[in-house]
């Protein structure tokens, strides 16, 4: 048996959260920093945001391209119900804004359960309001938000 060093840069950062696309590896790291890396070519990169404050919400592509180019999708916060939802694309290292409604977002209670699937970010949330578990979808090919579906159990069940 051999044993394989991993060498993760940034990994000195307290870790959040992390996600998985199609070879990259996305990590949330402290203090709203985060940082894109490749484990095959092991090469990373930290992403400057704009806000001290931003939640990476997940990473996915646009699957109607022939070519793979990655994007990020988050948003920064700045009070309560002051939001602002934003995608990162990796190949021009630029930042766009999204206009999405309030009740569009993500924030009903996500449950960091993150998933991509086909260019797509997926993951479990909560709504207050209904008091439903939920599955929202980010299309990266739209650049849209909404739900998937709604899951068939209840707080407390």
Known sequence: ???ISVDIPFYSYFLYDQHYCYGLLICDLFCNRTAV???????GRQIMTKNIRFKLC????DSNRSEI???LFGYHYYYEHDYKLE????ASNTW???NAPYEEWP????LDNHISLGGNSYWTAYNIETSEYLIRKFDFSKEILKNFCILPCKKNH
């Open 69 to 71: 180019s990655y994007k």
């Open 1 to 3: 048996m051999h044993q």
């Open 87 to 90: 995608i990162y694309e990796c």
């Open 96 to 98: 766009k804004y999204i």
């Open 37 to 43: 890396w490749n484990p095959l070519l092991r090469r």
């Open 107 to 110: 924030i009903k209670e996500p």
């Open 58 to 61: 997940g990473i996915g592509y």
